[in-house]
């Protein structure tokens, strides 16, 4: 905690730094971003959502508590102390559970929210601004009361309490991303900014909460970035300016970006600059790994070995023979639908990684690939961009350093800037 008040008071002052927080469930991804924070030592915040792990295991089948043993686990593996990493909940609240009554939803809810923070998650992202149960929109009132009655929980369960450190306010996209391309952004406005922090502040305070209140150092607001199926919607600096000027105006806050995916490096730093000093990306990370993944199939296929893994049809077949992760999202012409199953901003093919198909045929070409000796000049046609004589060839490699590319470019755009470190 006494680095991130360090570091939100420098951002305060006016230095462009901030931290990124990662969000995946991927373990190729995970290791990753534990061996660019052993290479580096800086601090890592890595979250999960309350859909990918629950009290019920989420989409992961993991809770809480498993998660964190699991990456304690690779942590441990791969040489990295856990004080450098910061464990964050997002969207915790009861949108799991949203089509349940809103007296069920909201005890479940509680159940997270305990869940993560007894497993020692410090970084907790209260989200109540969905309709439970067939319910009208809730009021900003509402949400901020069922945010305290969360808050209250994460109090009470806390091994300490002073540990912890809120996030609030939910004027982004829900947790799992769009599910059609939004046509247009809209900021928030100062005035939604000031009613968040206001009925919050109300609620927290009629809850006797004020410590809890003392710890909320981030509000979730639109400054108008998002990305749908082939879009990005960039940031621009010149809208986001009565938000970055408002947010001065409170003591202690700033903002937290959230689908900050695949905007440019200059974006990036823009938004640490307006005082958006967490920013948030997920579908990026594997999007990379996606990306490593068939790039490693294209040598593959140029190689002799006795049994291809036949990776990009396999996943490509338990898509279609499973599609749940994907058919509400995708539309049009057949050929669209299915370079979008590949190729999406979206990325709704990283819920398939984890199918033991796919797994086995992951594993077949780390395998087939790991017992060849590759040549450079064909790892080069494949992963462009390797300076010659540091050219990898172990396929795990290759992946974790095609993750880094966007590892390092979200801490850099923060501030942090390992070649200088």
Not at 240 to 265: G, M, W
């Amino acid at each position: 905690m006494n680095i991130i008040k360090e570091l939100i008071e420098r951002n305060r002052a006016g230095e462009a730094i901030g931290l990124p927080c990662f969000c995946s469930a991927n373990e190729h991804v995970l290791r990753s971003i534990l061996s660019f924070t052993k290479k580096t030592g800086f601090p890592t915040v890595i979250e999960a959502t309350c859909n990918q792990v629950n009290q019920y295991g989420g989409y992961t089948g993991m809770t809480a508590e498993t998660f964190k043993n699991w990456l304690n686990t690779m942590a441990s593996e791969i040489g990295v102390s856990m004080d450098q990493i910061i464990l964050g909940g997002d969207h915790l609240g009861p949108n799991p559970w949203k089509n349940e009554p809103l007296d069920i939803a909201m005890e479940k809810a509680r159940e997270l929210v305990k869940s993560y923070v007894q497993a020692g998650f410090k970084k907790i992202h209260l989200d109540t601004s969905m309709a439970c149960g067939g319910e009208a929109s809730p009021t900003f009132k509402q949400i901020a009361e069922r945010a305290a009655d969360l808050c209250a929980v994460a109090e009470k369960y806390a091994p300490n309490p002073s540990d912890l450190f809120y996030i609030i306010g939910t004027e982004v996209p829900i947790p799992g991303g769009e599910t059609e391309e939004p046509d247009a952004l809209n900021l928030t406005s100062v005035e939604r900014f000031h009613d968040t922090i206001e009925t919050h502040r109300t609620a927290f305070a009629f809850r006797g909460l004020d410590n809890a209140w003392s710890r909320i150092i981030s509000v979730v607001t639109q400054p108008g970035v998002d990305f749908g199926h082939t879009s990005i919607y960039p940031f621009i600096s010149e809208k986001a300016k009565p938000l970055s000027k408002a947010i001065l105006e409170i003591d202690k806050l700033t903002f937290e970006a959230h689908s900050t995916d695949y905007q440019s490096n200059t974006a990036l730093k823009a938004l640490t600059q307006n005082h958006f000093f967490f920013l948030k990306v997920g579908p990026e990370l594997t999007f990379r790994f996606r990306e490593a993944i068939w790039a490693l199939a294209e040598i593959e296929e140029q190689i002799s070995v006795n049994e291809t893994s036949e990776i990009r049809n396999v996943l490509i077949h338990r898509m279609i023979e499973s599609p749940a992760n994907w058919k509400n999202y995708y539309s049009g012409l057949d050929d669209d639908v299915e370079q979008l199953m590949v190729y999406s901003y979206s990325d709704r093919i990283r819920y398939y990684w984890s199918d033991k198909y796919v797994a086995s045929a992951l594993s077949k070409l780390i395998i087939n690939l790991s017992s060849k000796l590759l040549p450079e000049t064909l790892i080069s046609q494949s992963f462009m961009g390797h300076e010659f004589g540091n050219i990898p060839t172990n396929p795990n490699h290759l992946i974790e350093g095609h993750i880094h590319k966007c590892v390092n470019r979200y801490f850099e755009a923060a501030g942090f800037n390992y070649r200088n470190n």
